[in-house]
């Protein structure tokens, strides 16, 4: 069976976190958003669900956390080259998200990362498979 994968992250302005992931070049599932979600499509089986932090904490046992404050995951997403890292990391940027450390070169792994507007962390990495 093949899989999917619902990323599910608090949003404080539900508006403004679609839009920062608009400028990075993905796209909106309106079969899955309203006024309390985005349904982020970051592949084919990959979704990232923003959510108004009223409807997370609906679904969630414990409390919301302060993302800017703590960190309650890292997410990593893989990327077709270096140049597509640096490229995401840009626009994110631009979009006022921050970067959190330096570009890291491993020789076999490439990596960068940033945080989005509510502080979630974001790992962005490309992989030469025949040198890992």
Same mark, same amino acid.
Request: glycine residues 6%; negative net charge.
């Given at each position: !069976? ?24 993905? &796209?909106?599932?309106?079969?899955? =958003? ?14 990232? !669900? ?9 679904? =969630? ?5 302060? =993302? ?20 995401? #990391?840009?626009?994110? #940027? ?5 970067? @959190? ?5 491993? &020789?076999? !792994? @490439? ?7 509510? &502080? ?13």
């Amino acid at each position: !069976m093949k899989r999917k994968l619902f990323i599910n992250l608090a949003a404080i302005d539900l508006k403004a976190s679609t839009d920062f992931f608009l400028r990075l070049g993905f &796209g909106v599932h309106p079969q899955f =958003s309203d006024d309390t979600a985005s349904c982020i499509v970051l592949s084919d089986d990959l979704y990232l !669900m923003l959510l108004t932090n009223e409807k997370f904490v609906s679904f =969630s046992p414990n409390p919301l956390i302060n =993302s800017h404050q703590q960190t309650e995951v890292l997410n990593c997403l893989s990327c077709h080259s270096k140049a597509e890292v640096d490229e995401l #990391v840009q626009k994110a #940027v631009k979009a006022g998200g921050k970067t @959190y450390n330096q570009p890291q070169d491993h &020789g076999f !792994m @490439y990596a960068h990362g940033f945080q989005d507007l509510d &502080g979630h962390v974001w790992e962005l990495v490309y992989m030469e498979m025949l040198q890992a």
